[in-house]
């Protein structure tokens, strides 16, 4: 029974994409230790003393891998499941290595506005709005879903999420939400990913097919954690 189950989730995870797998995994596994009180995120979160003079640059990284906990880890997780499995598999036509340098760019923007302006320390909600602006650069007329309650097309998810966040977290949660879109919007431009076709669900690669999906696509949105900040 127990091999069977271990086999179920193998099973789940192996349907992921490899960058969005082992960021959830890592994403959990950090959640799951900091539940357990053997993990403190501020070791890992974005800090400019840190950066700067104990040189630990891992912190630029590190610290869009911690989610949250309890619901804003359920919202925080999937929407990264969604965006993400959607940017690896079809923007970058499972090109691990392509889809790695688009979010280590989105991340090191979104990390110097956040070291400029001393605004976050734990910046996922910045890099989920990068990503759902990419997102949407492709389902702009797919029908968007947010909390299972307001449907809207997928051109505004990002804007709706830079809303949510103000209304949950206040002004400080809003600038973060924007760093995101603009880091999005900017690395969006560089690799000319707004595609020609009428924001269709192929990759720019794929001008001519033009096909809008009919299955809604329901967005999560979680809240923003800023520790330490």
Not at 95 to 123: E, M, R
Not at 164 to 171: D, N, R
Not at 201 to 208: G, H, K, L
Request: contains cysteine; hydrophobic residues 45%; positive net charge.
């Amino acid at each position: 029974m127990a091999s069977e189950f271990v086999n179920q989730v193998q099973e789940l995870l192996e349907r992921i994409p490899p960058v969005t797998r082992y960021g959830l995994i890592t994403m959990s596994t950090i959640t799951a230790l900091y539940l357990g009180q053997l993990f403190s995120p501020q070791n890992y979160l974005l800090d400019l003393d840190s950066v700067i003079k104990k040189r630990e640059l891992f912190r630029l990284i590190t610290n869009f891998f911690f989610i949250g906990t309890k619901l804003e880890f359920i919202f925080n997780a999937l929407s990264f499941y969604q965006n993400g499995s959607f940017l690896e598999n079809h923007v970058y036509q499972a090109n691990t290595k392509n889809y790695i340098y688009y979010l280590l760019k989105v991340a090191l923007i979104i990390d110097v506005f956040s070291l400029v302006s001393g605004i976050g320390s734990a910046l996922f909600s910045s890099l989920s709005c990068a990503m759902a602006y990419t997102w949407s650069l492709y389902n702009a007329h797919q029908k968007v879903r947010l909390f299972f309650v307001f449907e809207l097309p997928g051109k505004y998810l990002p804007y709706s999420m830079i809303v949510m966040s103000f209304l949950m977290g206040g002004p400080y949660s809003l600038i973060e939400s924007i760093f995101g879109l603009i880091a999005g919007f900017l690395v969006s431009k560089l690799e000319s990913l707004q595609p020609n076709s009428g924001f269709s669900t192929f990759a720019p690669s794929n001008p001519n097919r033009n096909t809008t999906p009919k299955k809604s696509f329901n967005a999560f949105k979680g809240r923003g954690q800023r520790l330490g900040s």
